[in-house]
């Protein structure tokens, strides 16, 4: 019949993982109802900070949020000629400005064998720009996770990823010691050295802001001082941390 000769199989393909897909990703930001463009966060983990402070070193990393917009035109709007035949609807929150390709391909089954045949090969076609769509927003969601896997598999911890609304500064209340003096403030920017009592430098209303941060791993009663920064995309930099780490285990 006309589902063994034409795209049924392929469009089957395309238009299941869409469901799981979007499951991956965040909530979407949609700037405004006139856009075709969507925007979502991510958290990476770009460094590793290790400093001494009342002889107790400490490994640090710091949580980055950023920001990206993306076309979702596809994932949002059908093309000419497939908006027509048969009403479609949408997925519920948090992905409601979403079509529900599934439901919407289910629907599609009905249609008489003449009219089926094009119309399951232009939603082949269509489906493959969703693919496109939906491939380009979760490489760019997934790409810290290669930092995040390196972090727990060197430090043996559970890396905490914060939620979307998670606030990542605040004003300092940590005790003596758990920053260094070159963390710079979230607020004035300057180095914590720079900040007496806590108050930042010509500006005595504001007091110092630290970032979010999760303690990788602490050594107790370290002779001389250690302040070094390592950055994760750098292989370089990453074998330099690797080999300090070994050589505080064996100390």
Not at 54 to 79: A, C, G, I, M
Not at 82 to 106: A, C, G, N, Q, V
Request: charged share 20%; with cysteine; net charge negative.
């Amino acid at each position: 019949g006309v589902l063994g000769e034409s795209p049924f199989f392929g469009v089957l393909y395309l238009a299941l993982p869409l469901q799981m897909n979007l499951s991956n990703f965040g909530p979407p930001i949609i700037g405004s109802d006139l856009s075709d463009e969507m925007g979502f966060f991510r958290f990476s983990f770009d460094l590793v900070e290790t400093y001494t402070a009342n002889s107790t070193t400490q490994f640090v990393t710091y949580p980055e949020r950023s920001y990206k917009s993306f076309d979702t035109t596809p994932l949002t709007k059908l093309p000419a000629g497939l908006d027509e035949i048969i009403f479609y609807k949408h997925k519920d929150e948090p992905f409601s400005t979403f079509i529900d390709y599934k439901s919407f391909f289910e629907k599609s089954l009905i249609l008489h064998n003449d009219v089926l045949g094009p119309f399951l090969s232009k939603l082949k076609d269509h489906l493959m720009s969703v693919q496109v769509s939906l491939g380009e927003i979760e490489t760019w969601i997934m790409e810290p996770q290669q930092n995040i896997n390196y972090l727990e598999a060197t430090f043996d911890v559970e890396i905490e990823i914060p939620n979307e609304t998670e606030v990542l500064k605040e004003v300092c209340s940590c005790e003596s010691g758990t920053h260094s003096d070159s963390l710079r403030c979230t607020s004035c920017n300057m180095a914590l050295g720079k900040h007496a009592f806590n108050v930042c430098p010509g500006d005595s209303t504001t007091s110092f802001e630290c970032k979010k941060f999760q303690v990788l791993k602490k050594y107790d009663n370290v002779p001389g001082k250690i302040a070094m920064t390592f950055k994760l995309a750098n292989g370089i930099e990453r074998t330099r941390l690797t080999k300090l780490l070994d050589f505080m285990a064996v100390g």
